[in-house]
């Protein structure tokens, strides 16, 4: 149902400071534009595509070697060519804006432990970690996987690999071993930096003998650096070739960021897809810098000096989105544990101590507060918090509701949706307009969306395929050995030659909002951390009692998330409650404890198409009530009969949500 009523209206005075006001504010001086609102806005960002990213540049006076003499000098996708010749380095970015007036991080982990790191020692710590990274011949374009959680340390490792040009890739530290190893082994990393393990629910989790099965299993690594996060007598040298992270930031070294080409890779994020190995997407220096300026200053509205927190594991690319703030001279704030230790209050009892401007979680997080009744505001004090963010899954106008009536009903609610593989936004929040319960406020300026039907054709107030028309610098460089780029066309642009499809059902309403209702494909996202079918598969079907497998996650709109694993068994075996606790506890070692199936089922067959594929999309669909006849063609499978299973699951499972 069409909402027809905002739930938050920007004052006067609120427009008047907003930073998109004052972007707009220098064009009209410094280039003679003038826009009647933010749609006039948005639509010259997406078709004078190169002014608007030189007036970005110059807007936010990046720091470079060489001027540009164009934004976009090849406008194809994939392939798009921005800012030749000119070089920069994203921790130049960050420490031009090092002061005493504000900390640069500020901490806390689910035990209480406050932790804040000034300007000066994170500007420290990070030279002299990058001397020992330089020592140990880490050199431009080399990778330094790590191996953390949610510390100061890690911000101060991602800040040092940048700074010398060198690739980052982090894994979580909750993770299994099989999905830390799909990742790192792709890249063949030379320096390792990781923790002996960490703490969650209040329970200790010792990761070294996993750590020594994983340095065994990475043959490229030539150094460990060890931070023992549990044990703090345990020895930097427990490993061969490795030292403590005390030895490793110990002393001074002048911070000296290597200019790099503006498309140099900065980091490695993954995202899985439906078949093999997670994808190691790399994106460049200049065009992350550039993108979390605009999305973090004009879209979620912060500046210098403001706090901001958006809780993450290291292993989503909210994390690196986060660390963007320093970018703009932000405090951010990290929270590193379980958010419903003791209580679900934690997160907000931190959001208050830590005096946050901008607070931003994942969807299930703010539904699950809901559902527990809690009183956010009886339990930290919320009256610096100005905008919420939400992302990860569709946030549902009853949850849009719940915020504001149960934290402040003058809050700027301000949801984003984007992903890994962008590691940044295509719809999100303006500061000048309207909110509507379930609706996101605008496409983000320099993201030409639209909604696309079945011909390709875009649609308003219809739901179609989210897709992106025109180039934008954080979209991937390219994947980690991926010949001839196959992989990386076949993601995004197998549909629509030229197109980016993103894998999102998307309706862009009448005002100019727009409203996500989940996946169009067959990844698993639970809470933001997208992961592929075939690795849950991998850990699943290594068990001899199972023969085949399918999981779908049904994330859709205004229903919970649920996810049912489906199995055939070998003849004459069953699903006891003794297998059952053996998958999920697989899965759990395996990928993480996220990532387990609500419900465990067993069925006759798994429907395959006559090439063998699982019917992964179909089943998802048939599942979220649409037709069987419009979703499957028996004609063209290799099994039609297993259908019947699943068309009266699809049946008592509908059944069940309506009541």
Not at 403 to 417: A, C, F, K, Y
């Given at each position: 149902m069409e909402h027809t009523a905002p739930v938050w209206q920007p004052t006067a005075e609120t427009i008047r400071k907003a930073q998109v006001t004052a972007f707009m504010h220098w064009l009209a001086r410094e280039r003679g534009l003038r826009f009647a609102d933010y749609d006039a806005l948005w639509q010259w960002s997406v078709t004078d595509i190169d002014a608007f990213w030189r007036a970005l540049w110059d807007y936010f006076d990046l720091r470079a070697t060489g001027t540009p003499e164009c934004a976009l000098a090849d406008a194809r996708m994939p392939g798009a060519t921005w800012f030749p010749g000119v070089r920069l380095n994203y921790v130049e970015q960050v420490f031009r804006h090092a002061t005493d007036a504000h900390p640069a991080i500020v901490f806390r982990n689910e035990a209480g432990e406050p932790r804040e790191l000034s300007w000066a020692e994170l500007q420290r710590q990070v030279g002299a970690l990058a001397a020992t990274l330089r020592g140990f011949g880490v050199q431009p374009g080399d990778r330094v996987c790590a191996f953390m959680p949610n510390l100061p340390e890690t911000v101060v490792a991602f800040l040092a690999v940048a700074s010398l040009g060198a690739v980052w890739s982090v894994c979580s530290p909750d993770m299994g071993k099989v999905a830390v190893v799909d990742r790192f082994s792709q890249i063949e990393p030379k320096v390792m930096i990781a923790v002996d393990g960490y703490r969650y629910s209040g329970k200790t989790h010792d990761r070294r003998a996993l750590l020594g099965e994983l340095l065994d299993a990475l043959p490229s690594v030539e150094k460990l650096v060890l931070l023992p996060a549990i044990d703090p007598a345990?020895?930097?040298?427990?490993?061969?070739?490795?030292?403590?992270?005390?030895?490793?930031?110990?002393?001074?070294?002048?911070?000296?960021?290597?200019?790099?080409?503006?498309?140099?890779?900065?980091?490695?994020?993954?995202?899985?897809?439906?078949?093999?190995?997670?994808?190691?997407?790399?994106?460049?220096q200049g065009g992350v810098v550039l993108e979390h300026l605009k999305a973090l200053n004009l879209h979620l509205d912060l500046d210098a000096g403001d706090r901001f927190h958006w809780f993450s594991a290291t292993g989503w690319m909210m994390w690196n989105f986060q660390v963007g703030g320093l970018l703009l001279g932000c405090t951010i704030c990290l929270f590193d544990g379980n958010p419903g230790v003791p209580d679900l209050n934690a997160l907000w009892r931190f959001v208050g101590e830590a005096r946050v401007d901008f607070f931003g979680a994942g969807a299930a997080f703010f539904a699950?507060?809901?559902?527990?009744?809690?009183?956010?505001?009886?339990?930290?004090?919320?009256?610096?918090?100005?905008?919420?963010?939400?992302?990860?899954?569709?946030?549902?106008?009853?949850?849009?509701?719940?915020?504001?009536?149960?934290?402040?009903?003058?809050?700027?609610?301000?949801?984003?949706?984007?992903?890994?593989?962008?590691?940044?936004?295509?719809?999100?929040?303006?500061?000048?307009?309207p909110v509507y319960p379930g609706e996101m406020q605008c496409r983000c300026l320099g993201a030409r969306v639209e909604a696309f039907d079945d011909n390709a054709r875009p649609v308003i107030d219809a739901v179609g395929e989210l897709v992106c028309t025109a180039p934008m610098p954080s979209m991937p460089l390219y994947f980690w050995n991926d010949a001839g780029n196959q992989r990386y066309h076949d993601s995004y642009f197998d549909t629509w030659p030229g197109i980016w499809r993103h894998g999102d059902w998307l309706r862009i309403t009448p005002r100019g909002g727009a409203i996500i209702y989940g996946r169009s494909d067959a990844t698993i996202n639970r809470h933001g951390i997208r992961m592929g079918t075939s690795e849950l598969y991998r850990a699943v079907e290594a068990l001899p009692e199972v023969l085949d497998s399918l999981v779908v996650d049904l994330e859709y709109l205004g229903k919970d998330s649920y996810m049912p694993l489906f199995l055939v068994l070998r003849e004459g075996e069953a699903l006891t409650p003794a297998l059952v606790a053996q998958i999920?506890?697989?899965?759990?070692?395996?990928?993480?404890?996220?990532?387990?199936?609500?419900?465990?089922?067993?069925?006759?067959?798994?429907?395959?198409?006559?090439?063998?594929?699982?019917?992964?999309?179909?089943?998802?669909?048939?599942?979220?009530?649409?037709?069987?006849?419009?979703?499957?063609?028996?004609?063209?499978?290799?099994?039609?009969?297993?259908?019947?299973?699943?068309?009266?699951?699809?049946?008592?499972?509908?059944?069940?949500?309506a009541s």
């Open positions: 345990a020895p930097g040298t427990a490993f061969d070739n490795s030292i403590d992270w005390a030895t490793a930031t110990a002393g001074e070294a002048p911070l000296q960021p290597e200019h790099v080409p503006f498309d140099h890779p900065l980091w490695v994020v993954y995202s899985s897809g439906t078949t093999g190995l997670p994808k190691p997407i790399v994106h460049g699950s507060c809901q559902k527990a009744g809690i009183e956010p505001t009886e339990a930290a004090n919320l009256e610096r918090l100005r905008g919420l963010g939400s992302t990860g899954s569709p946030l549902s106008p009853e949850t849009f509701a719940w915020l504001q009536d149960h934290v402040r009903d003058d809050l700027w609610i301000n949801p984003i949706s984007g992903g890994t593989d962008l590691v940044s936004a295509f719809i999100g929040g303006i500061p000048t307009r999920r506890e697989r899965i759990k070692v395996a990928l993480s404890a996220r990532h387990v199936p609500n419900d465990i089922f067993q069925v006759p067959a798994i429907p395959r198409t006559q090439s063998g594929k699982k019917m992964e999309l179909p089943m998802k669909k048939l599942l979220l009530g649409q037709p069987l006849e419009k979703i499957a063609n028996p004609d063209t499978m290799a099994n039609p009969d297993s259908l019947a299973w699943f068309q009266r699951f699809a049946t008592g499972y509908l059944a069940r949500q």
